[in-house]
């Protein structure tokens, strides 16, 4: 695999660390306008980049924060076409969550299950207990 040119890696882990600070502030669509500049600068094709991983998943949790679950949905979906999209327990957990409020119950559990099996319980430490909740409904845990 081809490695980033080393100042648009910098540009974009600056627009990134900025869109972070955003985020913990919660200013999510202010942080969304700088996961998007990021988003902008990777290069064709965009799946084929570790970077485009993480700024899908920043994009979707910011825009989940922001209740955009459809564009969060959409982000994360494209996400897990990037290297290590799947298999990654945050993506599997966003994505489980929006599907669970969604009404795709069975899809939901499936995502996060992938969570719960990638990053174990403390992955939905800091989440509504609604999602584990429902996921104890489906599995024995």
């Not at 999510?28 to 990777?42: G, M, P, R, S």
């Not at 290590?84 to 669970?100: E, K, W």
């Amino acid at each position: 695999m081809v490695e980033m040119e080393a100042t648009l890696y910098e540009k974009i882990t600056a627009l990134c660390a900025t869109g972070d600070q955003l985020a913990e502030n919660r200013e999510y669509e202010d942080a969304i306008t700088q996961y998007n500049a990021a988003w902008k600068l990777v290069p064709e094709p965009k799946s084929d980049w570790d970077a485009s991983t993480w700024i899908l998943a920043a994009i979707a949790d910011a825009c989940y924060s922001s209740g955009y679950n459809t564009s969060a949905r959409e982000a994360l979906e494209y996400g897990m076409t990037c290297p290590g999209g799947v298999g990654n327990p945050f993506m599997h957990l966003r994505l489980g969550q929006i599907l669970l409020d969604q009404g795709e119950n069975d899809r939901a559990a499936d995502e996060l299950m992938r969570a719960y099996m990638g990053a174990g319980k403390d992955i939905f430490e800091a989440e509504s207990p609604t999602y584990f909740e429902f996921l104890k409904t489906r599995a024995n845990l």
